[in-house]
Every structure is written in structure tokens, then in C-alpha cells.
């Protein structure tokens, strides 16, 4: 992570709110900027691009892992795994193992880019710094 050199307030805010809404806010963001013919810096597309990204590749992950839950139910002894995946956890308040670690990811990005920082993910920012031309 490294600080920016200037962030403004709605930078900010939009970075984080464009992690918590699976990058709905910073999509929107992008078309406004698009229409109003403005100029999006660095920092602010790197977020949300990166949310854009995190979004879809969990939604390819999700479904990737409900076929192979779906095939897993059908054979004997092996039919309790995606159960055990699944089982909510008292500690996490009543979150699967998967979606606590899912949340604990979506908080560290939304508040880090409400620090003014550029998060990293491993290959997920190695990949959106390419695209964005930051290396």
C-alpha cells in the first residue's frame, strides 16, 4: 500500500462506496464522469476497476462452486463438505467461513481506499495496475 500524492474527500468516498455496492457506485461514477466529459484520476480508477474486477470474479467463483457443491451433494460420505463450508459460525455472527473471509476482504479494500491508499491483492492489483497503466 502506498499513499497518494493528492486525494480529494469524494475521491475517497466514492473508492470506498464503489467496493460496498460490488462496484455499482464507481461504475456510475465512470458514466457521469464519461458524460460530463471530466477527467478520472489515477487513484479513483484504480478502485474501481478493481472493485469492477473483485465483483466479477467472485460472481464467476460463485458459480463456479455451486456446480461443484451441486456434484458433491449426489456422492455418499463426500455430501457433507459444502455443508461444512457453509455452516454458520457463531463467532463470525452467524457468517459461513467463506462469507466472513469475503467480508473481512470487501472492509480492508473499502477502508484503505478511505485512507487514500492503493490496496494490493495479490495478481487481482497486479492486473488492474497493468490495465490502468500504472506499471
Known amino acids: 500500500m502506498r499513499p497518494s500524492k493528492q ?7 466514492i473508492s ?14 465512470l458514466l457521469i464522469a ?15 476497476m478493481q472493485s469492477i474486477f473483485l465483483s466479477i470474479l467472485y460472481f464467476i467463483i460463485a458459480t463456479l462452486a455451486e456446480l461443484v457443491y451441486a456434484i458433491l451433494y449426489r456422492i455418499p460420505l463426500i455430501n457433507a463438505i459444502p455443508y ?7 463467532f463470525l455472527f452467524g457468517l459461513s467461513a467463506i462469507q466472513g473471509l469475503t467480508t473481512a476482504l470487501i472492509l480492508y479494500l473499502a477502508i484503505t481506499s478511505f ?17 490502468t497503466g500504472r506499471k
Open 7 to 13: 486525494i480529494y474527500p469524494i475521491e475517497r468516498i
Open 84 to 90: 461444512f463450508a457453509n455452516m454458520p459460525l457463531p
Open 115 to 131: 485512507m487514500g491508499l492503493y490496496s494490493y491483492i495479490p495478481w487481482v492489483s497486479d492486473i488492474i495496475n497493468i490495465n
Open 34 to 48: 464519461a458524460i460530463m466529459k471530466k477527467h478520472v484520476t489515477p487513484f479513483l480508477l484504480y478502485h474501481i
Open 16 to 29: 470506498a462506496a464503489s467496493y460496498l455496492t460490488a462496484g455499482g457506485a464507481g461504475f456510475i461514477w
